[in-house]
């Protein structure tokens, strides 16, 4: 009976260390869990934001650099259209040589169209010239001559449209810069692609994928092994506090 009458403190000995340990680590294991998984939904709120932040420096880095070509190209042929009138064919003529030979990034061009929708200038296509272009859409139904006419007519700016891209074929996000030439009705304009800052964008979203997936293992290792340290702590502590009342529940069985 007294063997029987010790076994039987020690299993309630053993239940309440079993039951104080789960109190005191339970709470420590679920608030571990919450601040990893904080730090986690953290990292992946500034990674979206950083990457979103890095798109938009990039995409207007491409801008400006159009904008930039389209105003030295109309410095290019100031000389001319300064000193011509509204209706000088040959004046005009020499104008459009000089921009059919204006060449950036490769084999980017510029590209004029007379206020009506009429090509004056596509040097990779010149056969065109001269075709009213004003209905031209994109896939999405979106005008793109009227739209840069338009643009142009208004002082000026960039103008968004779809286009099938040379290398690929397939419809890409093109950003065009528009510029006017009031007196002899034209709009002078270049565009870029935004493939090459995707493309950009890929890779760095891949490198903040792995630097996330890095920082989120990191973070659980982490908190895992102060976990570890904790809940050995806190056995021995557990294990210390209880010891005067398990020789206190011996000595009475007993």
Do not use: C
Not at 7 to 32: C, D, E, G, H
Not at 39 to 65: D, F, G, P, T, V
Not at 170 to 191: H, I, N, Q, R, V
Not at 225 to 234: E, G, Q, R, T
Request: charged content about 20%; cysteine-free.
């Amino acid at each position: 009976k007294s063997f029987m009458t010790t076994q039987k403190a020690r299993v309630s000995w053993w239940n309440l260390q079993t039951k104080t340990m789960t109190l005191v680590l339970v709470p420590i294991l679920l608030v571990t869990l919450i601040l990893v998984g904080m730090k986690s939904y953290q990292s992946i709120q500034s990674s979206h934001e950083n990457l979103a932040h890095q798109r938009e420096e990039l995409l207007a880095s491409r801008e400006q650099a159009v904008k930039d070509v389209v105003l030295a190209a109309k410095s290019a042929i100031a000389p001319i259209y300064d000193k011509a009138g509204p209706n000088d064919a040959e004046a005009k003529a020499r104008a459009a040589e000089v921009l059919r030979s204006i060449r950036f990034d490769g084999k980017n061009y510029i590209f004029v169209y007379q206020y009506d929708g009429t090509k004056v200038v596509l040097p990779h296509a010149r056969d065109k010239e001269g075709t009213n272009m004003i209905g031209l859409q994109d896939a999405n139904g979106k005008y793109l001559v009227r739209g840069l006419i338009e643009t142009a007519q208004e002082g000026g700016g960039f103008y968004q449209y779809s286009w099938p891209h040379p290398e690929t074929r397939k419809d890409e996000a093109k950003y065009s810069y528009a510029a006017p030439l009031e007196k002899w009705g034209w709009m002078l304009g270049a565009g870029v692609y935004a493939v090459d800052v995707e493309e950009v964008m890929a890779e760095a979203q891949a490198t903040a994928n792995e630097n996330l997936r890095d920082s989120i293992i990191s973070s659980l290792l982490t908190a895992l092994a102060l976990f570890i340290v904790v809940a050995v702590v806190a056995g021995w502590l557990v294990k210390r506090t209880l010891q005067p009342i398990r020789s206190a529940a011996e000595a009475m069985s007993s």
